[in-house]
């Protein structure tokens, strides 16, 4: 496709403060930024307020939205309507007093291969504005235009369901408050007796309520619609260093609870010190490929919450990045308020002596979350196709399908670029944009007894081996699964941590990608233009290397388990077997060679 750039981002009239409907995620960042190179102005006159942290917080007022408006493209028009430039349109949007202009997504079609591979790009330019919702309504019906919601991006919830609990009430007004809130107390203890500061911790019950131990470990929370005695399970996440633990029906009494965590160090013998190879390494064979096979001259684009470069397996391989979400022009890419970004970027590349698949490949850190839109995605699209990305992650997904997202994406794979998503994690329907066309998408296994400090022990299948992680989409849509439970990876501080999730398991497929694009015979040898076609050969050859899930429902497993030196086309000497690989070939999930 032609689209270059991060997206242009046209300033619009700036006489009116950006307002928005409440409940749409509208105090996150905007998506212009000061980067030149993103192709991308500040939108002058917008009164923005600023907390200490530097997040841009806008007012809010009732009854208006945030919308992605366009001109429809000529292909699309019913019979006899005439199209509307894309200028002439958001000239219309300026003059009329019902509508703010925020920023125009304009793509940059100046520089980048990308642009050679299609003259006429699917997504036409966008207009992001605050109108009146009734405004959108009416706009919507003309048939010249397309009208959609700017929706915040997300992660894919982690339902409780999911876990084997209580679904707790999703409405707030339909719980039961009790007239004396009740309180419990906590201290979060490791089990090398060190408290556990800054852990996260859930009590599910009627609604979830969350806390942070601090500095001695201990949190206290207020629960307004349960007892002690009436929570179903108590959930300890600590940020690196220790495993995470559930406590199903606690019945916890008064006064204080300590809930021990094990420390890694206890099952992962000698680490960090001693490298560690991982369950879902042994289960993609990538410990048997030659260990020069590390990526090397491949751009990756992980779009998610930023990376903790501060790390020190991630300082010398993430070195480059963009964040959507601020228009301060910082380095704030390289901070991840999440930790989701840092985990993912430690699969892919973290240094040799820990968990990365391909070490040496180029990552760009694209942040959109927290406070990103849609219109940010579409921005970050545009800056993969003009910067030459090779392989583009989306970590984060949205409610409403957008039509808009679908065209970018179009784009991009007709640049060439190999598009990977997470499937989800409700154990329901695929994911936004995962399911899209041309978009890999990634279902997440886990393994029995790999991960016994976790909620997924409550949830083993009887036979021993990979299975579907209980929270991975129930399909159809699933390409293939990979590892996305109890994985060790780079955290937050210089940690580790296990780490859940689809994207765990994208982020595994995305390093196979970087490995084949890299070293594969036929794409190091024969290269392929940068169009849709190359893309869809590298999935091709990630597809049939995969070997079929044992006892798994194909909805859900797709293909099955990406192996790695099938992909490779490379013969790969069998080594010792480690008790994960022996359980692998007692299910028939790889036959001895």
């Not at 949007?93 to 509508?99: A, C, I, R, W």
């Amino acid at each position: 496709m032609s689209e270059q750039g991060a997206g242009g981002v046209k300033p619009g009239n700036g006489g009116r403060s950006m307002q928005a409907q409440a409940g749409q995620g509208e105090t996150g960042g905007q998506p212009s930024t000061a980067d030149e190179q993103a192709g991308q102005d500040k939108k002058p006159g917008a009164r923005t307020r600023s907390e200490p942290s530097g997040v841009p917080v806008r007012d809010v007022r009732a009854g208006w939205g945030r919308y992605l408006v366009a001109p429809r493209p000529l292909g699309l028009l019913a019979g006899g309507v005439p199209p509307i430039e894309a200028g002439a349109l958001f000239a219309l949007l300026e003059e009329d007093p019902d509508v703010e202009p925020l920023a125009q997504v304009r793509p940059a079609r100046s520089r980048g291969l990308g642009a050679i591979a299609e003259p006429h790009p699917a997504c036409p330019p966008v207009a992001v504005v605050a109108m009146p919702n009734e405004r959108a309504r009416a706009l919507a019906t003309n048939p010249q235009v397309v009208v959609e919601i700017d929706q915040p991006l997300t992660y894919s919830p982690m339902t409780a369901g999911a876990l084997g609990a209580v679904v707790p009430v999703t409405d707030p007004a339909l719980a039961v408050m009790l007239e004396e809130p009740g309180h419990l107390t906590l201290r979060v203890m490791g089990s090398d007796g060190r408290p556990v500061p800054d852990a996260h911790v859930w009590a599910i019950g009627g609604a979830v309520v969350h806390g942070i131990t601090g500095p001695e470990g201990q949190v206290s929370l207020t629960l307004a619609g349960d007892t002690p005695d009436t929570l179903q399970a108590i959930h300890v996440r600590p940020v690196s260093g220790y495993w995470p633990v559930r406590t199903s029906a606690p019945h916890m009494g008064g006064g204080e609870t300590v809930i021990e965590v094990p420390a890694l160090a206890d099952t992962l013998e000698n680490f960090p010190d001693q490298a560690h190879t991982g369950w879902g390494v042994q289960a993609m064979r990538l410990h048997q490929i030659p260990p020069t096979y590390r990526g090397h001259g491949i751009k990756i684009a992980l779009l998610d919450s930023g990376v903790n470069t501060a790390h020190p397996d991630l300082k010398s391989t993430v070195q480059t990045g963009h964040d959507f979400t601020t228009t301060d022009g910082s380095d704030t890419w390289r901070s991840d308020l999440t930790g989701h970004g840092t985990w993912c970027a430690g699969v892919i590349a973290a240094a040799d002596n820990r968990t990365g698949i391909a070490s040496e490949a180029e990552i760009h850190a694209l942040k959109l979350f927290p406070g990103g839109h849609v219109s940010d995605l579409l921005q970050a699209m545009d800056y993969c196709i003009g910067h030459d990305i090779d392989i583009a992650q989306i970590s984060l997904a949205y409610t409403v399908p957008s039509q808009l997202v679908a065209w970018k994406l179009l784009d991009a794979h007709a640049a060439g670029i190999t598009l990977i998503a997470p499937a989800g994690d409700t154990a329901g329907p695929v994911n936004q944009p995962a399911a899209l066309p041309g978009v890999l998408s990634v279902g997440a296994i886990a393994h029995t007894g790999t991960s016994p400090h976790t909620s997924h022990t409550q949830m083993q299948p009887p036979w021993p081996g990979p299975h579907p992680a209980p929270f991975t989409p129930t399909g159809p849509g699933v390409d293939l699964v990979a590892p996305g439970a109890a994985v060790i990876t780079t955290a937050l501080g210089d940690g580790y941590t296990p780490a859940d999730g689809t994207t765990i398991a994208a982020a595994h497929v995305t390093g196979l990608a970087a490995l084949l694009l890299a070293h594969h015979d036929h794409l190091r040898t024969h290269a392929l233009p940068r169009t849709a076609a190359r893309a869809d050969h590298l999935h091709t050859l990630l597809r049939t290397a995969c070997r079929p899930l044992p006892y798994a429902d194909p909805a859900r497993s797709g293909a099955g388990i990406a192996d790695a030196p099938t992909a490779l086309g490379i013969f790969a000497s069998w080594r010792p077997e480690s008790p994960v690989e022996r359980l692998h070939t007692s299910a028939g999930s790889y036959p001895r060679p």
